[in-house]
C-alpha cells in the first residue's frame, strides 16, 4: 500500500556572494537549495520542507527531518501499514520503500519478482515528477536562475508560495494525471487551507 511519494527538488541559484561551496551542488554542477517534498495519489505536494544547501542530498536531508518517524502515526490507515515510496538514495534512510536490487540477495524475494516490483513502482513514482514539472510549467522564474538569488529574492519562499498556488490550481482545475491512474480527487479548497 504505497500512498506517498518522496524526493527531493533542486533548485538552482545564482552564485552566491558568501558560502559559495556551501550552495554549490557537485551533483548537479549549479549552485542552489534543495527541497523534499512528499506527493500524496491525488496529485498534491502534502509536505514541502524547508530549504537546505545545494551541497546536501537527498538523502542526508530525509534523516535530518527524520522524515520517516515524522510520517509513521499518518501511514497507518484501518490497520494497515502503508508506505512512503523515494528512490535508491532513500534506501539509506530507513521506514520507507525504495527500490530493490536485483544483484543483492534478498530472503524471499526473487530477481524477478524484484525487477517486476521496481518497474511497476516506476510508473507511479513519476507523479511527484510531473508534480515537479506543473510548477515549472506555471512558475517560469524557476527555469531562469538569473531571478533567483539567494540573498535578495528569497526563493525558498517563493517556490513554497508556487507549491501553495500549484495545489490551489490542482483543486480548482483537477489534474487529469492523478484522477485517471488513482481515481482520487484533491480535497476542497476549504479543507486543504484549513489543514495547511
Known amino acids: 500500500n504505497i500512498i506517498r511519494f518522496v524526493d527531493g527538488k533542486f533548485v538552482a541559484t545564482l552564485r552566491p ?11 548537479k554542477k549549479r549552485h ?5 517534498a512528499i506527493t500524496t495519489l ?5 509536505y514541502l520542507s524547508p530549504a537546505y544547501p545545494g551541497s546536501s542530498n537527498d538523502a542526508g ?5 527524520d522524515l520517516y518517524g515524522r510520517l509513521q502515526a499518518q501511514l497507518k490507515y484501518n490497520n494497515n501499514q502503508n508506505f512512503v515510496y523515494g528512490d535508491s538514495a532513500y534506501s539509506l534512510c530507513g521506514g520507507g520503500l525504495s527500490p530493490y536490487h ?9 530477481p524477478a519478482i524484484m525487477i517486476n516490483f521496481n518497474s511497476t513502482i516506476l510508473s507511479h513514482r513519476i507523479l511527484i515528477e510531473n508534480s515537479f514539472a506543473y510548477i515549472g ?11 533567483q538569488h539567494i540573498s535578495q529574492t528569497d526563493p525558498h519562499i517563493i517556490f513554497t508560495v508556487c507549491v501553495l498556488l500549484r495545489n490551489s490550481l490542482v483543486i480548482l482545475n483537477g489534474w487529469k494525471y492523478a484522477y ?17
Not at 17 to 27: A, F, I, M, W
Not at 102 to 110: I, N, Q, V, Y
Not at 137 to 147: D, I, L, P
Request: charged share 15%.
Open 42 to 46: 491525488d496529485g498534491m505536494i502534502a
Open 180 to 196: 485517471d491512474k488513482y481515481n482520487v480527487s484533491p480535497p476542497s479548497l476549504d479543507e486543504y487551507f484549513i489543514q495547511s
Open 102 to 110: 536485483p544483484d543483492t540477495p534478498h530472503e524471499t524475494l526473487s
Open 137 to 147: 510549467q506555471y512558475f517560469s522564474q524557476f527555469k531562469n536562475t538569473t531571478v
Open 32 to 36: 542552489g537549495i534543495l527541497f523534499q
Open 17 to 27: 556572494t558568501d558560502q559559495q561551496e556551501v550552495y554549490y551542488s557537485g551533483y
Open 61 to 65: 536531508q530525509a534523516r535530518s527531518l
